[in-house]
Each structure stands twice: as C-alpha cells, then as structure tokens.
C-alpha cells in the first residue's frame, strides 16, 4: 500500500460506472449505476446539472463541441479510466504537480462536492504521482473522480476504494523530486495542450477525457443529445435492413462530388440530416 500518495489516477470497483458528476457509456440510451449529487452546479458561467452527461459519451459530446464550434479540448489518448466502464463528470479542480503530496492535500480543502480532481503531472512516464492514499482523501474531500495526466499507482487498492481515477497506466516508482512550485498550482493545470481551470467541466468515460467550459456545458450536452437521437435512429434502420448509404443518400454524395470536387461528405450529410462525423 503506497504510504506517499503516489499515484496519477482514479478507479473503481468493478460495476461502481460512474460517481456524483455523472457521466455514461456511449451508446446507452438511459444510464447504468449512474450517481449524481443533485446539488452539484458548474460556476462561473451558470448552474449546469452533469446529469445530464446520462445516456451520453465522450465521442458524442466531441461531436458536438465541432458542431458548435466550440474549442474541442480532449486528454491526450491513452489516458483511461483505472477500471473500465469508469465514467466521471463535474467541475475541474486544477491542480499542479511538483513532486510533494502537499499540494493535493492543499487543492482538497478547495474542494466542493462532485468536483472532479485534475493533475498536471506534465505527463511523465517516470514516475507515479498518485496513489491508495491521495484518492481515499479525494473521495473524503467529496471529489467525485481523478484524471492525471501521467500515472498512478497502488492499481488493486484504487479498484478496491471505487473511486474513478483516469490516467496514462500504472507505474510502481513515486517521486523522488521535488521541482519549485508554480505560484498557479491550485488554479491552472495542463493537460496535454489544453490549459484547464475551475471554469471548466470534466468529463470522463472509456473513450477518454473532455474538456468543456461550463458556461457552454449547457449547450454542448443538449447538442449532443440531439446527436444520440439520430445516431440512435439511424442504428435502428440499419437493424431494419436500411443501410446507411440508403439513409445518407450516398449515390447522390457521389454524384454531386462528380459535379463538384469540393463537396464533402460532411457537407451532404448536413443536408440530408446525417450525424456520423459530427
């Protein structure tokens, strides 16, 4: 059992899907072991209730955020829930890494219920920076989930504990540095190329880890609702026996691209209604 908080990652039981915040596997048209604390709310920005991430996915919700053209802002791949089937959504709680377990601690007595812990651990593969001990004080602090860009450890007590952790993988050296500390550390992390902060909202499923800013959660969730709905019914005709040329009108794409070079496919299935590229 790691005795220094060394460890980048959340995890879960097997079966525990997803914790106050919300969040559900793509696919699934009502959500399975979905836990919401019904007073969480994203600020600034306005109140955003995360259950609605139900019955949504990370991909749909990318999808989304290009419909809209807002700014999509995802975790680097290969960074995953410790258990799959994990699924985590709420306010970021940033927080920097510099080698010193202090700094989680510090970030947890900010913390409100149903936030979702984000660490800046730079992405190094050299060292794990969260462990048993720093997410049983996250579930204490009310945290609804970890994601760590880098890794984490102590992987079968972090199954045990239930709370998601998202990360790059496990690794069984902690840190043996200790680097100063930016005087931001408890307001902005990086994540990959994407700087995030409490302005933003996490959220987390097999697929990987989103970035949205709350104050457009809103918006970008209802949107990709509307993409479920017709991804949901375009699956259905395909099991009819309706292909998705027939549906999307794909003699016609082709056609109209013998006509005209420049036009996608992107650009016809806006026309016909299609949604199976965003």
Known sequence: MQKDFADPVLSGRPGDSTRSGDSVRSGDSTPSGVSVD??????????VDLSDFAGLC????ADACV???EPLRAAPAGVLPVVDGQRVAGRALPVRHYGSVDVFLEAFTRARPGDVLVIDNAGRR?????GDLAVLEAEAAGVAGVVVWGLHRDTPDLVEIGLPVFSYGRHAPGPVRLDPRDPDALTTAR???????AADVVLGDDDGVLFVTAERAAAVLETARDLFRTEREQARRIRAGE????QTRFDAYLAGRAEDPSYTFRQHLRRTGGAIEE
């Open 67 to 69: 419909r809209l053209g």
């Open 38 to 47: 019904p007073g969480d709310s994203i600020r600034p920005g306005g109140s």
């Open 58 to 61: 990370t991909p749909l919700v």
């Open 243 to 246: 292909t998705l040329r027939a």
């Open 191 to 197: 994540f990959g190329e994407h700087r995030v902060t």
């Open 126 to 130: 050299d060292e794990a920076c969260i």
